[in-house]
């Protein structure tokens, strides 16, 4: 069964066996993720140069102030800790239906769709809800109690379309994704304090109706060009009045793809 405790001690599990010596990558969170690049599947064979644009949902989740513990901490330990905990986030994101598309230092660079599109939306909002309750209430608890400084996590959100393109040559290339949406979102994730999570209002606007939307005091972000302006809202997700029902929703999609979801 997949839930917040499941997840937090394989986390833990994870680090041990590291730190120990003994990793076995069978009974750890990174043996539960298939042994691939991250990356998104439609899009793997992309040759130098070609580009498909589809809208996405881009998520950022990020461990807060992650520098200082590299600052005060052994190197190895550190890698162990981000090691652990960014496997556990893949995870995440994998079991609410999205695809880790690739890690940034110490965060992770998701993305979800493109089926039904409010489903899609949904489920990233889960995913980042979920990640943070299993740092805040398992990860944490697990370190203090091993005499270990606790970690911090955010996460920023937007909707739109994102281009994929293989950039480089037929000897070293790789797939960047580019578009509003994902820069925005890393902007909502930069927005974001610790334990909160930041939305842009391509999302949003794809839950017009959602009640756990709030608006953010530095909002709106403004744009200027050619003497035109505009303006672009963010808004924070007041997750943990969702926390009740997420770990039946990891559950019963079991790692399906949102893109699936409506050919199911």
Known sequence: MFTKQVMGDRIARDFDH???GTFDSSIVASGHVATRSLGHPE??????????????????????????????DHQDEVADLAHATLTGFIEI??????????????????GFGVGDTEFSAAMSLSACAFALDTVETVVNPWLKQSGLASVQARAGLDYGPI????????????INPIGFAANFAAKCEKKANSWEIVVGQGLADILPD????????????????DNEKREYRF???RWRNTLHHLDEVAETLNNTPTSEIARI
Do not use: C, M
């Open 18 to 20: 590291r730190r120990s």
């Open 43 to 72: 899009f793997e064979n992309l040759r130098p140069g070609q580009r498909r644009t589809i809208p996405l949902v881009a998520v950022f989740l990020d461990l807060t102030n992650f520098t200082g513990r590299t600052f005060w």
């Open 93 to 110: 994101v994998s079991s609410f239906g999205g695809f880790p598309l690739g890690l940034r230092g110490d965060g992770l660079f998701a």
């Open 163 to 174: 281009t994929f393109v293989r950039s480089g040559n037929s000897e070293h290339s790789e």
């Open 210 to 225: 959602f009640a756990y939307f709030s608006h953010h005091e530095d909002s709106p972000q403004y744009y200027s060009r």
């Open 235 to 237: 808004f924070k997700y």
